[in-house]
T-cell receptor
Framework: GNSVTQMEGPVTLSEEAFLTINCTYT??????LFWYVQYPGEGLQLLLK?????DKGSNKGFEATYRKETTSFHLEKGSVQVSDSAVYFC???????????FGKGTLLTVNP | SAVISQKPSRDICQRGTSLTIQCQVD?????MFWYRQQPGQSLTLIAT?????????ESGFVIDKFPISRPNLTFSTLTVSNMSPEDSSIYLC????????????FGEGSRLTVL
């Protein structure tokens, strides 16, 4: 079945630092890949997505590239802000399964 | 994008009682899903709510414990029955819009605490 393995947190960074959150997946076929973000006290929001190999999703300064050869979808941001403090979830959907499968989430805290 | 409203946003419940969570969407959607997020954990799919038919439950979840209704294309309810402290979680409604393939939208969740 489908699975997502995500970098364990928590991750603590200073403002303007570079962020990488690793995500790898296992799936049959060609799934779509997503990063969702959950700010404190709020529901999940889609941050970015990629639907085929070599696609790059981007939003709010965050980027992730769909790498089929390494089955990865790492999230990056060049300069994080305090307002980026949240839990980030990597997820996939498709292949042989219509369900959205989530990683365990990574808590990011950015200090001023 | 779909706008999803969930009620209640939070509640404190007594052991042995049941609570129904409502999910209202501002547009017609094909697929609606109910997820559970236990404290400090990721999201686990409970069931897929199908309009006009019974819900499809994931392994480990049963209809007697989590009955679901889907009377139309914009509304669904999830009931958490005979609650115990282990049911303390955030319950999230999620929808897929027909014209946006693969992307799911989430409500803000219903945070339940069972004493």
């Amino acid at each position: 079945g489908n699975s997502v393995t995500q970098m364990e947190g928590p991750v603590t960074l200073s403002e303007e630092a570079f962020l990488t959150i690793n995500c790898t997946y296992t799936a049959t076929g060609y799934p779509s890949l997503f990063w969702y973000v959950q700010y404190p006290g709020e529901g999940l929001q889609l941050l970015l997505k990629a639907t085929k190999a070599d696609d790059k999703g981007s939003n709010k300064g965050f980027e992730a590239t769909y790498r089929k050869e390494t089955t990865s979808f790492h999230l990056e941001k060049g300069s994080v802000q305090v307002s980026d403090s949240a839990v980030y979830f990597c997820a996939l959907r498709g292949g042989s399964n219509y369900k959205l499968t989530f990683g365990k989430g990574t808590l990011l805290t950015v200090n001023p | 994008s779909a706008v999803i409203s969930q009620k209640p946003s939070r509640d404190i419940c007594q052991r042995g009682t049941s609570l129904t969570i409502q999910c209202q969407v501002d547009s017609q959607v094909t697929m609606m899903f109910w997820y559970r997020q236990q404290p400090g954990q990721s999201l686990t799919l409970i069931a897929t709510a199908n309009q006009g038919s019974e819900a499809t439950y994931e392994s480990g979840f049963v209809i007697d414990k989590f009955p679901i209704s889907r009377p139309n294309l914009t509304f669904s309810t999830l009931t958490v029955s005979n609650m115990s402290p282990e049911d303390s979680s955030i319950y999230l409604c999620s929808v897929e819009q027909r014209e946006i393939t693969g992307e799911l939208f989430f409500g803000e969740g219903s945070r339940l605490t069972v004493l």
